[in-house]
């Protein structure tokens, strides 16, 4: 039963770490923060609503989450020198301590004079930080206090701490609003936020924060630039499908052509061959015709011919009697030859 439940425990610790393993990885690897920056891009809007204002952001929120990282690390790291070592063996973070090293350091003093003299100690800052409370701890102890459980960081201290980080937060805020503004601008860019930077902070810090970003912007910009390189490949590729589709197309239609050139060759023999055919019929039709014709014509010319000479023989016949009758008035005989000229002709007549 032990074993049964020990690997049933095995099991969902590998699946939840499965399970939160791609949000961590998409959140703040990939931009090299520890401090997410989402909540921040919320916090400004809300900010900038309660203003009456209503701006886009570009890679604003990736700066503020930079600044606090950097801020809180400059912050605990330099005034390492002022823990002071309890009875009981820890290190102990004082408040007062925490404002001397500020008022001592001339690049952090001249942002934070001001400001630490206006802090209430009675109000709970942490209700106002952008930063989930169990991430900022986990930072604080593993990249500033390096594990050392020793050092003990009190609540008045971890409060004033937090002030520092949301004033910071309001005053880089602020300008970025007015830089935008005067800009006409309607979004909250990186580079507002980066001169309002140069206008409030000096010496290492500053340099500190710059640096920081410089490699998170080169990571933003280089996951821009797969992105885009990956939606042309997806372009180039539905256009390339698309092409495809055409020359499939095209290849369909060469076919129906095709086809439709073989029907028409087809009707086109087809009507060639009836054609000779009907030339052909009327041809044979003609020469019947024609054949039929030069009959008709042959018995015309001999009907004529016949008719022709029988009128020339009554003719002749007519004016020989007239001439027999007045040879016979005259007592003349009648020439043997014209019983022969007559009879002549019949044998011309006959029909072959």
Request: aromatic share 8%; glycine share 2%.
């Amino acid at each position: 039963m032990n074993l049964s439940q020990n690997t049933n425990a095995l099991t969902n610790t590998t699946t939840d770490e499965q399970t939160t393993k791609p949000k961590k990885t998409t959140n703040i690897v990939n931009v090299g923060l520890e401090f997410k920056e989402k909540p921040f891009r919320k916090w400004l809007k809300e900010y900038y609503i309660r203003q009456d204002k209503n701006f886009n952001f570009k890679n604003s929120h990736y700066v503020f989450a930079t600044v606090n990282q950097i801020l809180t690390f400059n912050l605990l790291n330099g005034m390492s020198e002022y823990f002071k070592k309890t009875n009981h063996g820890f290190y102990d973070v004082k408040l007062d301590d925490m404002i001397t090293y500020i008022k001592l350091t001339p690049f952090i003093n001249q942002t934070y004079n001001f400001i630490i003299s206006r802090y209430d100690d009675n109000i709970d800052y942490q209700k106002q930080l952008c930063i989930d409370k169990k991430v900022f701890d986990e930072y604080i102890t593993k990249n500033i206090f390096h594990d050392n459980f020793r050092i003990n960081l009190n609540k008045q201290s971890m409060n004033f701490l937090t002030y520092i980080l949301v004033q910071t937060n309001i005053l880089l805020a602020n300008t970025a609003k007015h830089l935008a503004l005067f800009g006409n601008k309607k979004s909250i860019s990186d580079s507002a936020v980066l001169h309002s930077l140069h206008i409030h902070f000096s010496g290492k810090l500053l340099d500190d924060i710059l640096k920081k970003y410089d490699s998170v912007s080169t990571l933003l910009k280089n996951k821009e630039k797969e992105d885009s390189e990956k939606g042309e490949k997806g372009e180039k590729q539905d256009i390339i499908l698309t092409n495809v589709d055409i020359d499939n197309d095209n290849d369909n239609d060469n076919d129906n052509d095709n086809d439709n050139d073989n029907d028409k060759q087809e009707d086109s023999d087809k009507e060639e061959y009836d054609k000779e055919d009907s030339d052909k019929g009327e041809s044979d039709k003609e020469e019947s015709d024609k054949e039929d014709s030069d009959s008709d014509s042959e018995e015309k010319t001999v009907s004529k011919t016949v008719s022709k000479t029988v009128s020339k023989t009554v003719s002749k016949t007519a004016s020989k009697t007239a001439s027999k009758n007045e040879s016979k008035t005259n007592t003349k005989t009648v020439p043997k030859n014209i019983q022969s000229e007559t009879e002549k002709p019949k044998k011309v007549v006959k029909k072959k």
